[in-house]
């Protein structure tokens, strides 16, 4: 985990400015000991001291939606895995007191009344497990306070227990909700829209927190979905054979545990899972960030487009990193450039010494070893996926008709592996290796002795992380020769194609290729959407 992303605690309280500068603007989660200890509620409502009835006095009347499972304890999001009931509070306190007659053999001396002790007729039998209730409800997310919609409250007559943390005083509250359960409960790992104060009145939680760059490892259902903020992994019995990345997930995570009194901020976006112990009572505060505030309606489709293209450059350079190993010989290239000035050639590459990048008819004697050597790597493998009518002309002299072959057939072979990775493309794997002023004599050096061989190499055999490789290794060059050299060098391996525009376009559309595929794995991996990329074409 990231030093800018551990989770701090803090003894005391910040004031509204420091929470907003110090740590609400870092959206990283922090916990505050002994946050409401000054609230009526953490005395009133403590089971252990008659506050059952005093809930059920004060709203038991009133009716909550609970969420009934049948996966109990565990309590998913999604809506196919549980059901909405309406109850009388008074039910469900009733049903606290009979999970505390069931751990506690003197637990009736905590309890001040027996009402209700009928009321699971109440509810609706058809919609529930007999025997199996008390342990299938929970209370999530019951409003107690709603901006946005004030018929949806139910329990505002707690409102005066609770108190807002006074560094939250100037927050737009969006909402403000119970949470209650009466036996062991764990929610299902998920996140949410709003940023998030959690405050636990009684009992304790235990919260398993993920930053929003995990959410590969969670596998996020699609975002179309109705649960689209939870993870698909199942809490239960992980699949790792069907999420493999899920494996690694832990090494992202940061545990924190809450006892009564505690808050724990939880930052718009960031996973979380939630363990409580038997009968815990907490209260969250919600509002939206800043962010999400000040972001303008019709600039929605930029940033999407911004943040997509963002998070495809991220997955294109876990690929291909930024550095290839080629760049760490650049101190030993010709033609670098420094505060505009040209330094001489260095003694590693004789062929550049003699004759720089005039070199449209490089000649094989004059390559260096390592050159040479990757020049018969290349033109290896491209004999290798094609009909040459005579193999034995390969390297050792140039043959007087390297002639076009029928590539279709065997390229079709290379073409359906996996060539978006590195380590399955032995063409991309060779170009990765060569510094900027090798590259320019490899390519120079087989456009002059092996024009079609070059022209099948580009045309035919390119990959899509070919391609990437190579128009990285052309920005190198770019960065790294001058303006004459540069011009010099593209007309050279240009000029040996037939069809200059077919060898750029090939070029491109395997870039293209490359790109489209690392968006796709980005709209997997962050927003549970699974498209399909296009086989690459063959021409």
Known sequence: MEESLQIQRFEQLPSSTEFASQIESKNVPAVFN??????????????????????????????????????????YGDIRSHERVQLPFSTFIDFCKQS??????????????????????????ESMLSGDVPQQIYLAQVPIMNSEDRERVQLEGLREDIQTPTFLETKELASVNLWMNNAQSRSSTHYDPHHNVLCVVAGSKQVVLWPPSASPFLYPMPVYGEASNHSSIALENPDFSLYP????????????????GDALFIPEGWFHQVDSDDLTIAVNFWWRSNIMSNMLEHMDAYYLRRILRRLMDKEMNQVLPKASPGTEKLKCTCELLSNGADHGCCDLNPACKKQGLQGKDLKLHELEPFSLQALQELVSVVHDCVNITDQSQCIQSTPPNDSKVSVKHECDKTLTRKLFFLEDDPVAKILWTLDPSTLQNVLLAMAHNF???LEALILHLLSPVGAEVLTRKFDEVDQHTTEDDRNKFYQGFYGAFDDQ????????????????QAFKDSLDKFLGVNIDVPKPSIR
């Open 501 to 516: 525009f077919a060898a750029m376009e090939a070029i491109l559309n395997g870039k293209e290729l490359f790109a489209l």
């Open 245 to 260: 990345r899920a494996k690694c997930s832990m090494d992202y995570s940061q545990k924190v545990i809450l006892h009564a």
């Open 34 to 75: 002994g946050c409401i200890k000054d609230w009526k509620a953490f005395v009133k409502w403590n089971p252990a001291n008659g506050g059952l009835d005093y809930l059920q006095e004060r709203v038991g009347s009133s009716t909550v939606e609970a969420m009934l499972s049948k996966t109990a304890p565990v309590f």
């Open 100 to 125: 505390m007659r069931n751990t506690d053999s003197s637990g009736g001396s905590l309890l001040q009344s027996e009402r209700h002790q009928d009321a699971v007729t109440d509810v609706d039998q």
């Open 451 to 453: 024009p079609r061989t």
